[in-house]
């Protein structure tokens, strides 16, 4: 029998623009597919450790199974790592349709003044967004307005920090630093909550403070203290993505 034939890993050359290399990423992510079988392939605790993670990621380019929205994230970070221009956060979506919640996380990208995205979802415009966007909101209410389409109002929109490109780092990914109930506030009152977050994300002021503390969700996006507290045993085990 044929075996199916492996996707072959992308490399970054000088001679790549960031979209390019970009675009090399997600279209390699697509060769994997997104993964309908409803098996997880892949385990992902969010509270690893980057390092863990990156071993998951590289068992992923191994392996060229299909994957789902949270390995796509993992994996794109991975596959980023050590290109220092481009930052690299989590954008959680919790999305109401037809009386069930569903959950979604992109990879967003900030470089050279411009938001875009990398991910898997079953649906193409709610996956990867061109390096186009001028603000955090800008690329935020592009994915809402997407949803729209297929009548999903989204309910919440979690942001994390930058990942660090050390690929051996001992530290989580910070996953919810900033949580906004969007659909109890103005897009107005949105825009100001994320681009003032955006801000201090470049001037790299904000500090993990969830991954070090019992989970708390803002209502109106107020920013999670600075302070680290004490790891705390007390993890809400995260949901599958159905979107």
Request: proline share 7%.
């Amino acid at each position: 029998c044929v075996q199916p034939s492996v996707p072959p890993v992308p490399n970054y050359k000088l001679s790549m623009s960031i979209p390019e290399w970009l675009q090399a990423i997600q279209t390699y992510m697509k060769m994997l597919q997104y993964n309908h079988t409803g098996t997880q392939f892949f385990e992902i605790r969010k509270t690893r450790p980057l390092s863990g993670l990156m071993e998951t990621a590289k068992e992923m380019t191994r392996e060229s199974l299909p994957i789902k929205c949270l390995e796509a994230v993992i994996l794109g970070i991975y596959l980023t790592n050590g290109q220092p221009s481009v930052e690299r956060f989590p954008i959680s979506f919790k999305t109401h349709f037809s009386g069930n919640y569903f959950h979604h996380v992109v990879l967003g990208i900030y470089c050279n003044g411009r938001y875009g995205s990398l991910g898997m979802s079953r649906r193409s415009d709610l996956m990867d967004k061109p390096l186009t966007y001028r603000t955090l909101s800008d690329l935020i209410f592009e994915f809402e307005d997407s949803y729209k389409k297929y009548l999903h109002s989204v309910k919440k929109v979690k942001i994390g920090l930058y990942v660090p490109h050390e690929p051996h780092s001992f530290q989580p990914i910070e996953w919810k630093q900033l949580v906004l109930n969007v659909s109890k506030m103005m897009r107005t009152e949105v825009r100001k909550e994320l681009e003032k977050f955006a801000r201090d994300m470049r001037m790299k002021i904000l500090k993990p403070s969830s991954a070090h503390s019992p989970m708390k969700e803002r209502s109106r996006g107020k920013s999670l203290s600075p302070r680290r507290r004490q790891a705390s045993p007390q993890r809400r085990v995260c949901r599958r993505d159905k979107s």
